[in-house]
């Protein structure tokens, strides 16, 4: 069975993948490792042979898939979140990254480890390859560097990658359960983020008594600062939707969409609450979800749609993977959206012709702009960036491809290019680029796991390992949760991110059971990975090459 599997890496590469599902599926006392879990099966094969070992394209191509695919879904949040709490939660990481860098040092001086060991002890403890090629890329052009000063870094982060991976693991499941959920309606709990996690969405029925002035539906939203949809009105008996320029006046009665709260507040603005159910009522005014599949109407504004205008129609709600919430003017479409619409009955076939409404189209990729997209990653992670004393370091594959799924994710669109991908193909380019990802790393690194344990000399590296995977994760959880209070699945994409670790956002995900880990996630993993290339070179330089 090793032979064949030697001769098909293939294969290998599936078995691996299938057994780590397997096994990520078995909870025990509620914990599982999920996707995780294929890491783990991936380094018990790499220790059967040193020969069992998948072609390195594949852990590379599959951490570019992925954080790619992160970045282009996360790029809207980034940004929004840097005119937030991204300072916060940024300067929290490098806070916690540079407590457990200076920990390393004195822990390093306690047990004789050198700058080698340590750098790549470091380096596999905050689960961050790049880091590693960073210290390997030093080490190469220092001259005095021997051999085994070289293998030094690779042997560290044998040591402590595998309970890097664990540790943080285990630091997500007791984050889940020893910190308050956050609040998806709104509160203190929730903040700022409430968008990301979704909302609970209401709709009522009511009867304007108040004086509303001769203004449209729009500008009265904003004079009165309701974060409402209006749907339908009925008026003298008619059943009609409200568009921008329709002006309410007294007597009518509208239905009104948003979060509890929101609906409350449009209510005692207005008037009075009525049973009246005017979505009954479907001979001349009716609904319909529909999926947004054509490019021209995505990335774009809603209101520069102008569904009010061309088809008297008005959207209620949007579906965007699980979670749904209430659009503005502002909200723009995306790629794989189920919007509910509330348009004439004789616009709606037009109003899913305009929508595009395929959902064949919705599981294709465009090649083009994605292909785009990843090429200049790739060539931004590979050029060198000058630091001082005329040293430099990269951002690799993962900074690389990261920053630019971001950049370009914020962007949404360059004329006819559009950035971002359907829902469902990014989640699975995702899951597709995780998987290859864990299953290259573990095969690799099984051997030398087994071959340094067995060689004596593992457990100093093995015990610093440990505690700075303890120290980094345990600050986040006490100041980040108990002191600064911030949202539960945030803060678990906030590990998973100062990490810089697939397998922990993916597991993080499981546990929140909402996307708000891919917000903390990508808050703060560029800043974290530049931070832990730096301090792992810093490591290197203060205590020494040899």
């Known amino acids: 069975m090793i032979e064949l599997l030697v001769a098909n890496p293939l294969l290998l590469l599936f078995v691996v993948s299938a057994l780590g599902f397997l096994l990520g599926h078995v909870r025990v006392g509620g914990f599982s490792l999920g996707v995780a879990a294929v890491l783990f099966v991936g380094l018990g094969f790499g220790a059967l042979d040193p020969r069992l070992a998948l072609p390195e394209i594949v852990q590379t191509l599959g951490l570019v898939l992925f954080v790619y695919s992160v970045g282009l879904s996360s790029g809207p949040g980034f940004f929004g979140s840097l005119r937030r709490r991204g300072l916060k939660v940024n300067l929290l990481a490098l806070g916690a990254l540079a ?11 306690l047990v ?52 890097g991976v664990l540790g943080s693991l285990g630091a997500i ?54 974060r409402v949809v209006f749907g339908r009105l009925r008026r003298d008996g008619q059943v009609t939707t409200v568009r921008d320029e329709t002006v309410l006046r007294r007597g009518d009665v509208v239905t009104v969409i948003g979060n509890p709260a929101s609906v409350d507040a449009a209510i005692h603005a207005l008037g009075t609450r009525t049973e009246a159910h005017l979505e009954l009522d479907r001979e001349s005014v009716d609904f319909r979800r ?37 659009p503005d003017e502002g909200t723009e479409l995306e790629l794989g959206d189920r919007v509910r619409v509330v348009a004439p009955r004789e616009q709606m076939d037009g109003v899913s012709r305009f929508l595009g409404d395929s959902y064949k189209a919705l599981s294709e990729v465009d090649l083009v702009p994605f292909g785009i997209g990843v090429a200049l990653g790739l060539l931004l992670g590979v050029v060198p960036l000058p630091l001082w004393g005329g040293t430099s370091f990269r951002l690799g594959f993962a900074g690389g491809p990261l920053l630019v799924g971001l950049v370009l994710g914020k962007l949404g669109r360059s004329g006819p290019l559009v950035w971002t991908l359907p829902y469902s193909a990014g989640l699975t380019l995702r899951q597709i680029g995780v998987v290859f990802f864990l299953a290259g790393v573990g095969t690799r690194s099984g051997w030398a796991l087994v071959t340094t344990v067995r060689s004596g000399g ?30 539960s699945g945030l803060l678990l994409g906030m590990i998973a991110g100062v990490q810089t670790q697939p397998a922990d956002l993916s597991f993080a995900l499981d546990q929140a059971r909402n996307e708000m880990p891919t917000v903390g996630y990508a808050s703060v993993y560029p800043m974290a990975t530049i931070a832990k290339i730096l301090l792992a070179q810093i490591l290197l330089s203060f205590l020494g090459p040899g």
């Open 99 to 109: 407590a457990t860098a200076a920990l390393a040092v004195v822990l390093a001086r």
């Open 112 to 163: 004789g480890l050198g700058g080698p060991h340590l750098a790549g002890v470091f380096a596999g403890a905050t689960t961050n390859t790049p880091a590693l090629a960073s210290v390997m890329d030093a080490l190469a052009r220092s001259a005095p560097a021997d051999a085994s000063s070289r293998l030094a870094p690779v042997v560290g982060y044998s040591i402590a990658y595998p309970f």
């Open 173 to 226: 499941f007791l984050a889940r359960r020893l910190l308050p959920s956050e609040d998806a309606a709104g509160g203190p709990a929730s903040d700022n983020f409430a968008s990301a996690i979704g909302e609970t969405i209401v709709s009522a029925a009511v009867k304007i008594e108040h004086p509303v002035e001769e203004v449209s539906s729009v500008f009265l939203k904003d004079r009165m600062d309701l």
């Open 290 to 326: 529909i999926f947004v599949s054509r490019h021209d109407v995505v990335e774009r504004p809603l209101g520069s749609l102008a569904l009010g205008k061309k088809f008297g129609a008005v959207v209620t709600r949007i579906r965007r993977g699980d979670i749904e919430f209430v």
């Open 458 to 487: 593992a457990l100093p590296l093995f015990l610093v390992g440990l505690a700075l995977t303890v120290v980094v994760t345990s600050l986040l959880i006490v100041l980040g949760g108990r002191l600064l209070r911030i949202p």
